[in-house]
T-cell receptor, first 115, second 116 residues
Framework: ETGVTQTPRHLVMGMTNKKSLKCEQH?????MYWYKQSAKKPLELMFV???????ENNSVPSRFSPECPNSSHLFLHLHTLQPEDSALYLC??????????????FGSGTRLTVV | GDSVTQMEGPVTLSEEAFLTINCTYT??????LFWYVQYPGEGLQLLLK?????DKGSNKGFEATYRKETTSFHLEKGSVQVSDSAVYFC???????????????FGSGTRLQVQP
């Protein structure tokens, strides 16, 4: 596989459930990101991992918990979510080094519905 | 802080019409500029980019020129197709996150609908 792969593509969960979103990148990039895309809102950066070090957006509620076990994998653990957390969750990766910055490569996203 | 402003959509065009989607930005320093496209049910794909003033990015018939004097990066295509129907996002990269990682700031997106 190439690029950035996200699973599952769709997820429906109750407010008391615990679930995880998975992202895997096959590009050899050294940074990974979680974005939230809600209807009629700009893309919201949630978390960044650079060389497995986390840079966190302070406005993200604690019911979202990221994990980056290695440079190719990124997880977003979800627990006790609210209906307003329903959105498309996008994973992205990037490489920054001697060749400069070429932007992000995005996965296809996980469409999350909280009921 | 950095920001990107895009024209509100939807933009509705007939096939083979000329397309312009406006994008202006506010940033400190010298940002790189990007256009991303999102097809229904998919994530964002990089369409084109420009890294310095007067650079022209191009891909798949789309073009955008980095205009520092007007702080703009308008997206154009001479003849749109039905398959171009998607949401288009303008973005800039200039700010730095705490770990020295570049941040992308996105506009709110412009939906393009092309009718046969």
């Amino acid at each position: 596989e190439t690029g950035v792969t996200q699973t599952p593509r769709h997820l429906v969960m109750g407010m008391t459930n615990k679930k995880s979103l998975k992202c895997e990148q096959h590009l050899g990039h050294n940074a990974m990101y979680w974005y939230k895309q809600s209807a009629k809102k700009p893309l919201e950066l949630m978390f960044v991992y650079s060389l497995e070090e986390r840079v966190e957006n302070n406005s993200v509620p604690s019911r979202f918990s990221p994990e980056c076990p290695n440079s190719s994998h990124l997880f977003l653990h979800l627990h006790t979510l609210q209906p307003e957390d329903s959105a498309l969750y996008l994973c992205a990766s990037s490489q920054e080094g001697d060749r400069g910055f070429s932007g992000y490569t995005f996965g296809s996203g996980t469409r999350l519905t909280v009921v | 802080g950095d920001s990107v402003t895009q024209m509100e959509g939807p933009v509705t065009l007939s096939e083979e019409a000329f397309l312009t989607i406006n994008c202006t930005y506010t940033a400190t320093g010298y940002p790189s500029l990007f256009w991303y496209v999102q097809y229904p049910g998919e994530g964002l794909q990089l369409l084109l980019k420009a890294t310095k003033a007067d650079d022209k990015g191009s891909n798949k018939g789309f073009e955008a020129t980095y205009r520092k004097e007007t702080t703009s990066f308008h997206l154009e295509k001479g003849s749109v197709q039905v398959s171009d129907s998607a949401v288009y996002f303008c973005a800039l990269s200039s700010g730095w996150l705490g770990t020295g990682r570049r941040a992308l700031t996105f506009g709110s997106g412009t939906r393009l609908q092309v009718q046969p």
